[in-house]
């Protein structure tokens, strides 16, 4: 018996003594992997926005007679409707400003407020220059406290002029968002003279959030009759921001105007009646000068006359 002999029997033996298996165990089934899956992290969706509507220059004057014969052709209008003398007017500034400079196309959404109507009444436009869309769903907007000077909810001064709170009136351009003090927010730069110092003056488009409810705010309407007002930014609800934001940011066109006969502003003048009392720092003969009309500037306010200052470089960083 060879030495081979006695080591299989030996081993034989060993198994027999453990009383455990000696043979093979079956291997596991194979696992298969599928291309690609490894142990990489799982790619997230990213989401792409998609381009802004626009809206041919050339298919323009036809859209406007469609919306105008569909929308201002009655003589029973809703009430809400945006009036469409300035409908027409925020549709030549829209060719002036888009339809120009060989551009052939320009955002097919717009956004037209009518700073006539009351604070507390709806009157921010949000309307498709397509169909017309929005011409009857207004929402609320602030004017600035400076446009406001009796707190009646009724704009009635309008400027260019740092400093003075006040709303201005003409086209503008969205620009781009940013975070402020009020949240996120969005800058404009106007395009005419009755407006070119916005960015300057940060005149924005922003809400507020629930903690920082500082002056415009619609639940204030039930108790004062109006919501407030702004330092001349476009304020409005915050359920409203981002769809505002999203139709004016990088390049959207804002027309803030007045429907109707723009009011002049009433500038108070001495009386000559009125006696001062020693030590209130005034004498009559210094009652009798006419008073000096508001730093303001109502001229450089209105649409179409020069502004009273040079269109300032952009501004360092704000917080507004």
């Known amino acids: 018996m060879t030495w081979y002999t006695h080591l299989s029997k030996w081993i034989a033996a060993g198994c027999t003594l453990a009383a455990a298996p000696c043979v093979a165990q079956d291997a596991p089934p ?13 790619a997230q969706p990213v989401y792409v926005k998609p381009p802004r509507a626009e809206i041919a220059c050339e ?19 809703p009430r809400q409707r945006l009036d469409g003398a300035l409908f027409a007017t925020a549709l030549t500034k829209y060719r002036e400003h888009h339809c120009s400079f060989g551009r052939s196309s320009g955002p097919a959404v717009i956004v037209i407020v009518d700073f006539a109507k009351h604070s507390s009444e ?42 003075s709170l006040t709303s201005s009136l003409g086209a503008s351009r969205g620009g781009e968002r940013y ?8 800058r404009l730069d106007g395009l005419e003279p009755s407006n070119n110092q916005m960015r300057v ?22 108790a004062r009759g109006r919501p407030g007002s702004s330092e001349g930014c476009f304020v409005v609800e915050p359920d409203k921001r981002e769809w505002i934001l999203e139709t004016l940011e990088n390049g959207g066109f804002l027309y803030a105007g007045f429907s109707g006969k723009l009011p002049q502003p ?15 720092g005034a004498t009559p003969s210094a009652a009798l000068q006419p ?30």
């Open 30 to 42: 194979a696992i298969m992997f599928q291309t690609g899956t490894g142990n990489a992290p799982v």
């Open 122 to 163: 709806p009157r921010l436009y949000r309307v498709d220059l397509r169909s017309g869309d929005g011409l009857d769903s207004p929402i609320r907007v602030a004017h600035g406290i400076g446009s406001d000077p009796d707190d009646d909810g009724y704009a009635t001064v309008f400027s260019n002029v740092q400093d």
């Open 179 to 186: 975070v402020g003090i009020n949240g996120l927010s969005l």
């Open 201 to 222: 003056r940060d005149i924005v488009v922003h809400s507020y959030m629930p903690e920082r409810r500082r002056y415009f705010n619609a639940s204030l309407i039930a």
């Open 266 to 280: 009433i500038i108070p003048v001495a009386n000559p009646n009125v006696i001062f009392a020693r030590g209130t």
């Open 59 to 77: 298919t323009l004057g036809l859209a406007e007679r469609a919306i105008s014969y569909g929308y201002y052709g009655g003589l029973d209008l």
């Open 291 to 320: 008073a000096a009309p508001p730093i303001s500037g109502i001229a450089a306010g209105t649409p179409g006359t020069p502004p009273t200052d040079p269109i300032s470089p952009e501004p360092t960083a704000s917080g507004r």
